[in-house]
Nanobody, 123 residues
C-alpha cells in the first residue's frame, strides 16, 4: 500500500527553522520526482520545491530559494524540507507529493500525496 506521511510541522517564530519529513512506503522515492506543495489558509495550493529522480537536480519556488533545502535519504526512503529564516507568509499546510508535472501547483496533478503537516510562523 502506497503511503506518504508528513511530520515535523509546528509553531515557530519568524526567523526560526523547521525540518519537515515525509516517510514513504510502497514507492521508491529515488526513482521518482518528489515535491513539496503548500496551501495557506484561504489560498490555493502552491508548489514549493522538487528533487528530481536520480541526480537530476533540485528546484525551488523563487520565494523560498536560499532559505529552504529539499533532500532525500534513499536508505530511509524519506524526503525532507529544511526551512530556515521562516516568514509569516510561509504559514501553510505542507504536503509531500510524488511524480506529477514538475512545478505544478495542483496536488491533483501529482500521482500521490500525503495528508500534510501544518507549519505556523508567528510571534
Amino acid at each position: 500500500q502506497l503511503q506518504l506521511v508528513e511530520s515535523g510541522g509546528g509553531l515557530v517564530q519568524p526567523g526560526g527553522s523547521l525540518r519537515l519529513s515525509c516517510a514513504a512506503s510502497g514507492i521508491s522515492i529515488s526513482a521518482t520526482d518528489m515535491s513539496w506543495v503548500r496551501q495557506a489558509p484561504g489560498k490555493g495550493p502552491e508548489w514549493v520545491s522538487t528533487i528530481a529522480r536520480g541526480d537530476r537536480g533540485t528546484f525551488y519556488k523563487h520565494t523560498v530559494r536560499g532559505r529552504f533545502t529539499i533532500s532525500r535519504d534513499n536508505a530511509k526512503n524519506s524526503l525532507y524540507l529544511q526551512m530556515n529564516s521562516l516568514k509569516p507568509e510561509d504559514t501553510a499546510q505542507y504536503f509531500c507529493a510524488a511524480g506529477g508535472p514538475r512545478g505544478s501547483d495542483l496536488l491533483q496533478e501529482y500521482d500521490y500525496w500525503g495528508q500534510g503537516t501544518q507549519v505556523t510562523v508567528s510571534s
